[in-house]
């Protein structure tokens, strides 16, 4: 009688358990070492079963990182209105967002420009953690004019909804301007975030949103993880 081989029994298993849902999309698997003194094998047996789960695509590995259970991609539309709230419910994915930093500084020369405010002027800026069903997806900076809207920290803090915050500032409604998207290279700091190793790639957009007037209410980048969302353009 032919024998499975043992890397093949542990595929076979792990593949198991994350069908049956032992670890989520965007779970870190245990290491190496700890499936090998599981399985009783050695660590090349082990790596020999963990990449025939990510040729199968059940599995990625992140160097550095160690090896997550894939996630199906969140489409994320880009158009005239983008909304992450709307966008996520869209994807049939929860969303949710994690404040790390809220603040009121001079803005710089670039932030100023897109604002169309003078070098200079203060503005306010919300820094933050893009969630769906509860794995990180994005970093995101957003700068406002701080004169136009004297609460809109408050605001954001209690609501952690631009589109809500911005309303409550008098703005009913608000359009993407422009949009640039290119790729780079997390930095220590991203990785750390997005749970992705230094150096993996990442998606960066930024976008300048105005009021019905045409008028500069937001100047945003937002670093996407790579291998967690699809970005979709939408017909403007």
Not at 121 to 139: F, M, R
Not at 181 to 208: M, V, Y
Request: aromatic share 6%.
């Amino acid at each position: 009688m032919t024998r499975t081989p043992i890397w093949k029994a542990i595929a076979d298993s792990l593949r198991h358990d994350i069908l049956n849902q032992h670890y989520n999309p965007g779970d870190k698997l245990p290491t190496e070492a700890a499936l090998a003194a599981k399985y009783g094998v050695n660590r090349h047996t082990v790596r020999h079963g963990l990449k025939a789960l990510a040729e199968e695509g059940l599995v990625h590995p992140r160097r550095g990182a160690g090896v997550f259970v894939a996630m199906t991609p969140t489409d994320y539309p880009l158009g005239r209105r983008v909304r992450f709230h709307q966008n996520l419910a869209a994807a049939g994915r929860v969303p949710a967002k994690d404040i790390l930093a809220l603040e009121t500084r001079s803005g710089n020369a670039r932030e100023c420009e897109a604002l169309a405010l003078d070098e200079g002027t203060a503005v306010h800026v919300y820094e933050g953690l893009s969630l769906a069903d509860g794995q990180p997806i994005a970093l995101f900076r957003s700068v406002f004019p701080a004169e136009r809207f004297p609460h809109l920290l408050d605001n954001l803090n209690e609501t952690r909804s631009v589109t809500e915050a911005l309303r409550r500032g008098g703005v009913a409604d608000y359009t993407r301007a422009t949009t640039r998207l290119n790729a780079k290279l997390a930095t220590a700091t991203q990785a750390l975030h997005l749970r992705l190793a230094e150096g993996d790639p990442i998606l960066r957009s930024i976008g300048t949103n105005i009021d019905a007037k045409g008028v500069p209410v937001e100047f945003g980048r937002t670093w996407f993880s790579g291998d967690r969302v699809t970005l979709t353009v939408n017909n403007l």
